[in-house]
């Protein structure tokens, strides 16, 4: 059993910068990939970004690659989305989720945080 707890959201202009944290529980997380998927109001949950278990492989959705940079901390059991360069449409909940596949569905991650909100203003 994984529990993910995000935190670090908030409102930004467009242009600024964001770093979002997710802390996970549990002695296997280090044992999952992570991902950031986000949700705007109307929208399907959509895929972000996914980092491996070591850390060292990532992929992002096109959207933004070179804006967003997904990390983790296997000592502290957590995962962050720096964000820069952040623009209206980046403005959505954001969740971390946990899963067993190198994956970008959000159907192959077994554990979900509750969200944040990012709001980027024009």
């Known amino acids: 059993q994984v529990q993910l707890v995000e935190s670090g959201g908030g409102l930004v202009q467009a242009g600024g910068s964001l770093r979002l944290s997710c802390a996970g529980s549990?002695?296997?997380?280090?044992?999952?990939?992570m991902g950031w998927f986000r949700q705007a109001p109307g929208k399907e949950r959509e895929f972000v970004a996914i980092?491996?278990?070591?850390?060292?492989?990532?992929y992002y959705v096109d959207s933004v690659k070179g804006r967003f940079t997904i990390s983790r901390d296997s000592a502290k059991n957590t995962v962050y989305l720096q964000m820069i360069s952040l623009k209206p449409e980046d403005t959505a909940v954001y969740y971390c989720?946990?899963?067993?596949?190198?994956?970008?569905?959000?159907?192959?991650?077994?554990?979900w945080g509750q969200g944040t909100q990012v709001t980027v203003s024009s």
């Open positions: 549990g002695r296997t997380f280090s044992r999952y990939y």
């Open positions: 980092i491996g278990w070591s850390g060292t492989t990532t």
């Open positions: 989720a946990a899963g067993s596949r190198w994956s970008s569905r959000t159907s192959d991650f077994d554990y």
